[in-house]
């Protein structure tokens, strides 16, 4: 088992960046397929991007892609998800998520969250 730890939220003017980190503890990440979703008030978290931590493989939602940037440190068992040019939109809480297979990019797939970490851009 695996816990996650989110961290690095922050309130942000549009056009600007913030690197989110997830810290894993419990378990190597290199076990999992790590994932951000994103989530607003009323309505289903969505998919934002993955990470298959031993290929490198990668799969970004369109909404950020160009933009977001999802990378890992196996050294400090963290993934981290670096977000440029920031839109209005964009405000969420951003979770960390692990499953142990590749290939979907519904939240009830994934096994393991983090408690999320509040991201606003302000226009």
């Known amino acids: 088992q695996v816990q996650l730890v989110e961290s690095g939220g922050g309130l942000v003017q549009a056009g600007g960046s913030l690197r989110l980190s997830c810290a894993a503890s419990?378990?190597?990440?290199?076990?999992?397929?790590a994932a951000w979703f994103r989530q607003v008030p009323g309505k289903e978290r969505t998919f934002v991007v993955a990470?298959?931590?031993?290929?490198?493989?990668?799969d970004y939602a369109d909404s950020v892609k160009g933009r977001f940037t999802i990378s890992r440190d196996s050294a400090k068992n963290t993934v981290y998800l670096q977000m440029n040019s920031l839109k209005p939109e964009d405000t969420a809480v951003y979770y960390c998520?692990?499953?142990?297979?590749?290939?979907?990019?519904?939240?009830?797939?994934?096994?393991?969250w983090g408690q999320g970490t509040q991201v606003t851009v302000s226009s």
């Open positions: 998520a692990a499953r142990y297979s590749w290939g979907s990019r519904w939240y009830k797939d994934y096994n393991y």
């Open positions: 419990g378990r190597t990440f290199s076990s999992y397929v």
């Open positions: 990470i298959n931590w031993n290929a490198g493989r990668t």
